[in-house]
């Protein structure tokens, strides 16, 4: 008998992810933002949301390596005399809890829609459909603009920071389902007429049972690959609401919302605000998306390349 | 009153140009123990006949005229739900290929033990311990090790214990067998043939078995219906089927088989000219007089009833002039 240990040690995915340098490089610096991410309260130098701790006569320092930079602040001060640093750690932890947290409710959300439609089929299937699809015509960013605007006016923009990181997520959530609900009906429909559903249906399983212990483990590589990309959309488009003045307020900044406050700066020569921030979001999107390049080939046989 | 008994069962799909009639005026009985053979060519309607039973016909068919009693309850009519209860509980079905009929991303307990939760309210524990009892019967080795294991891991033949595993869990009263080994080689197919008459004496159940191998009928089962273009053109005991068959379809399909009637190394193998019409297209008269023999202009207009035969026990046979029948 193997234990589960010894069989991940013999399996395919980590033999192909050893010979992967990509993979295992952009894995590496995933895990280690994500544990920045996670750890930022102990990692970093000081707690941004802290206002004791911070002064207005420290605002705009540049780099520590630069002139004027003082050595208190590595990557310099954005302009309320947060340090940089540990701005950025924070801000990572804000963007990456909304991506995973929206991802999560677009897979709750477009899964079942998906499964339902592609396994009931005829109107139902139509419907739920043409939903998808007219939701799909616009741009995400404009239903979740849309959506935030609705929201921050429902609930007044004071009550709006305090809630600012649910609520993202339901609007990020809500604005991108519709890529779940398309793959995994397609998959369903492949998967649906093979033998082991009609067998399910024979032994009197009912269909929410077949639809969700039968078919689902059965399309859900796809699933997987989309969602590490829907994770990097989820924190680009965090981060484009941000930069709109739609996201995280400025007492509590993600990512997105320090490139947007230091942009105002970028021409009076505080660079570094907008830079330091926009080459993380940069850096952890593309480790996801190779990733998630790698896991498509991998779940793929058809793309094995020997 | 028999276990199950089907009565003029009509099953017709719904086409853009009208009804297709898949099955007509079928009527049998299967008993306890008892072993009822199905056999017919591709398209004859014996995969329609067993998934009419459990009322499975997948759209836009539908049964459109008839009754299936079973333990004298009318089948045809009850709701999804309640048929629901007896699927895989009180009749089970196993299909042909074992390759495909488990989900390759569970493992074999859950799937056992899934089937059983479905219709009984017991722990998980209870249903792994009658999974293993299950899986003992079918003769599985080690079956506590192998509950664990997903289907890949195991021969084509482990796989349709497997199966016939499942279809059992829930102790029904009949199987329904759609063609189950036909997807398995020889040896391997004897043995599940050997397994399933043992189950059915030992487990008291009515075995419906599905085959085009008259072989394999003659072997396993103890009543034979032959089928053709969706009605039953002759019902008998397997061995009188055998040693004597009257209607000239099942004569021919006897003649075909190596070894039989006029058959030995020095002849070649008789066919049946043509093929089955499609269901479509299905000329007056007896559906099998373009291919016949014995055709006479009786045949080409009017369809034979399927009727007792005097002096052949309990045989029916739907033919104007069924073989060997002594004319007055």
Redesign the interface.
């Known amino acids: 008998?193997q234990t589960r240990r010894q069989k991940f040690k013999k399996s395919y995915l980590l033999y192909s992810f050893k010979r992967d340098k990509v993979a295992m490089v952009s894995f590496s610096i995933l895990a280690l933002l994500l544990l920045a991410a996670l750890f930022a309260p102990l990692l970093a130098p000081y707690n941004p949301y802290d206002p004791t701790v911070i002064d207005i006569m420290d605002s705009e320092l540049p780099p520590s390596w630069m002139e004027e930079g003082e050595p208190r602040f590595f990557l310099g001060t954005d302009i309320q005399g947060r340090d940089l640093v540990s701005t950025m750690l924070y801000g990572l932890r804000i963007s990456v809890l909304i991506g995973i947290g929206a991802v999560i409710l677009q897979a709750v959300i477009g899964i079942s829609v998906g499964l339902t439609a592609g396994y009931l089929g005829g109107k139902i299937d139509a419907v739920l459909m043409r939903i998808a699809d007219v939701q799909l015509s616009f741009s995400t960013l404009m239903v979740a603009i849309i959506v935030s605007a609705i929201v921050q006016l429902s609930f007044g923009v004071g009550r709006y920071e305090q809630l600012a990181v649910p609520i993202l997520i339901v609007i990020i959530g809500i604005a991108e389902w519709p890529q779940y609900a398309r793959t995994v009906r397609a998959s369903v429909l492949g998967e649906k007429n093979?033998?082991?559903v009609?067998?399910?249906?024979?032994?009197?399983?009912?269909s929410r049972?077949i639809m969700f212990?039968?078919i689902l483990?059965?399309t859900?590589s796809p699933v997987l690959v989309i969602s590490t990309v829907q994770v990097a959309n989820a924190v680009m488009s965090e981060a484009a609401l941000s930069f709109l003045g739609l996201g995280m307020p400025v007492s509590k900044p993600s990512i997105g919302s320090l490139i947007d406050a230091g942009f105002e700066y970028i021409f009076s020569g505080a660079w570094w605000i907008t830079f330091f921030p926009a080459v993380l979001l940069i850096v952890f999107i593309l480790v996801i998306n190779l990733l998630g390049d790698w896991l498509r080939d991998v779940l793929n046989p058809k793309l094995y390349k020997g | 009153m028999s276990l199950l008994e089907v009565k003029n069962l009509e099953v017709s799909f719904a086409l853009r140009h009208g009804d297709l009639v898949a099955l007509n005026d079928v009527s049998f009985t299967l008993d306890k123990r008892e072993r009822l053979g199905v056999v017919g060519e591709s398209g004859a309607g014996k995969s329609v006949t067993g998934f009419a039973v459990i009322n499975l016909i997948s759209k836009p068919g539908r049964i459109s005229k008839g009754e299936i009693l079973f333990d004298g309850q009318r089948l045809d009519q009850l709701s999804e739900k309640e048929m629901r209860e007896i699927r895989g509980n009180r009749i089970s079905m196993i299909f042909q290929d074992p390759m495909m009929t488990l989900n390759p991303v569970l493992t074999i307990g859950t799937q056992m033990v899934e089937t059983l939760k479905a219709h009984r309210k017991i722990s998980t524990q209870e249903a792994r311990e009658i999974a293993i009892s299950k899986l003992e019967l079918v003769h599985i080795p080690s079956p506590e090790r192998r509950l664990t294991q997903y289907p890949h891991e195991f021969s084509g033949g482990m796989r349709q214990r497997i199966i016939i595993a499942i279809a059992l869990i829930t102790e029904p009263a009949i199987i329904i067998a759609d063609e189950p080994t036909t997807a398995l080689d020889v040896t391997i197919q004897a043995e599940i043939m050997d397994l399933l008459t043992e189950l059915c004496n030992s487990q008291d159940m009515g075995l419906m078995l599905i085959t085009h191998d008259l072989g394999v009928v003659a072997e396993v089962t103890e009543r034979v219906l032959v089928m053709y273009a969706g009605k039953i053109i002759e019902n008998a005991k397997t061995a009188d089927l055998v040693a004597n068959p009257m209607h000239p379809y099942t004569k021919g399909l006897m003649n075909a088989l190596p070894g039989h009637g006029t058959c030995d190394r020095d002849n070649r193998l008789q066919q049946i000219p043509g093929s089955m019409p499609n269901l479509t297209e299905i000329a007056p008269g007896c559906s099998f007089h373009p291919r016949c023999d014995f055709c006479q202009d009786i045949c080409k207009e009017t369809a034979p009833e399927l009727r007792k035969i005097a002096g052949s026990g309990d045989r029916l046979v739907s033919c104007h002039f069924p073989v060997g029948e002594q004319v007055q």
């Open positions: 008998m093979k033998e082991y009609e067998a399910a249906r024979v032994v009197g399983l009912d049972r212990s039968h483990p059965n859900l």
